[in-house]
């Protein structure tokens, strides 16, 4: 998978409904679920597997190079005062808007105690071959934004037919203050609760529409998919419909129509995680000095190994 280092580029394709031009129903705001209370037995199971995740080698190194004291190079959930205590998806985009909210109103108060974090999650696969090849083509975007960088979700192609979300940064706490790098144990619980939604959906074998109204119903995630155009540059050698200049546009309904399966990719039906997050030259230097993975820019990018 690719890396990018900004996916913010500005989309200025009129964005139809989610159902093809069809009106829909009020769309839930996120507010709709911030009365839902953690489930405790699910929140400690989340939490004694972060604490444990073998997909966390990298940060956990990382996290261990950049610290300055022995209570930071710890990661067990007692070194820091967790800001994740969602179960759901909603739960977690519900304290992701208040947290975020808080950071805009109050920045001293969370000055280099958190650090923005933008999660992408292959999750599926198209069942046929129109999309197949076609790279970083954005197919959905949703109306709803977190705050913090004002940025939507969006659903994009990958190679090899696979179908991405691309979350909006997120805000996780850091191992220590004053170092950007994210909390291991909270990047996996979000990652956990992302990757268990997604994982529910695509078991089902929808369309996209299906998908689309999913987000809609259970996470409150409204995606509008316009029509779009392919253009040269989402054209791989993998690439296997023929696109001419007359075939090159698909309209919204032909979007909604494509069905998806679980990807095949990394030995079949597993989803494929990446963490980017934004550092500091001074980090940045220490993670290269002390020889962790070479990074080739401040925006590291950390794939989850599948377990």
């Known amino acids: ?97 208040r947290l975020q909210e808080d950071a805009l109103k109050s920045p001293r108060e969370y000055a280099g105690k958190l650090v923005t974090v933008g999660f992408e999650h292959e999750f599926g696969a198209f069942t046929d071959e129109t999309l197949h090849g076609v790279s970083h083509l954005r197919i959905g975007e949703s109306t709803a934004r977190l705050p913090y960088k004002n940025l939507p979700f969006y659903l994009e192609t990958d190679a090899d037919n696979e179908i991405e979300l691309v979350d909006p940064p997120f805000l996780i706490e850091t191992v220590e203050p004053g170092k950007p790098v994210p909390h291991p144990a909270d990047i996996d619980i979000a990652n956990q609760i992302i990757e268990g939604f ?55 309904v032909d979007l909604l129509r494509q069905r998806l399966k679980p990807s095949q990719k990394y030995g079949g039906g597993k989803i494929a995680t990446q963490v980017n997050f934004a550092t500091n030259a001074q980090t940045y230097s220490d993670i290269q000095e002390r020889n962790a993975k070479p990074l080739e820019s401040p925006f590291a990018p950390l794939v989850f190994a599948e377990s």
Do not use: C
Request: without cysteine; hydrophobic residues 35%.
């Open 198 to 252: 997604l994982y529910q959906q695509i078991l089902n074998f929808p369309t996209l529409n299906q998908l689309v109204q999913a987000f809609r119903a259970s996470a409150a995630i409204d995606f509008r998919v316009p029509p779009v155009k392919v253009q040269a540059e989402n054209l791989s050698g993998h690439t296997k419909k023929n696109y001419t200049e007359s075939s090159k546009k698909l309209s919204s």
């Open 1 to 97: 998978m690719k890396t990018h280092a900004d996916k913010s580029g500005s989309h200025t394709s009129q964005a139809g409904s989610a159902t093809g031009g069809q009106e829909t129903a009020e769309r839930p705001s996120l507010s709709a679920f911030s009365n839902q209370r953690p489930d405790a037995a699910i929140q400690k199971r989340l939490m004694e597997t972060a604490d444990n995740s073998p997909k966390l080698t990298q940060l956990r190194r990382i996290a261990a190079l950049t610290a300055s004291s022995k209570a930071a190079r710890q990661t067990d959930t007692a070194v820091i005062q967790r800001k994740i205590n969602a179960t759901t998806l909603p739960g977690l985009l519900t304290e992701q808007q």
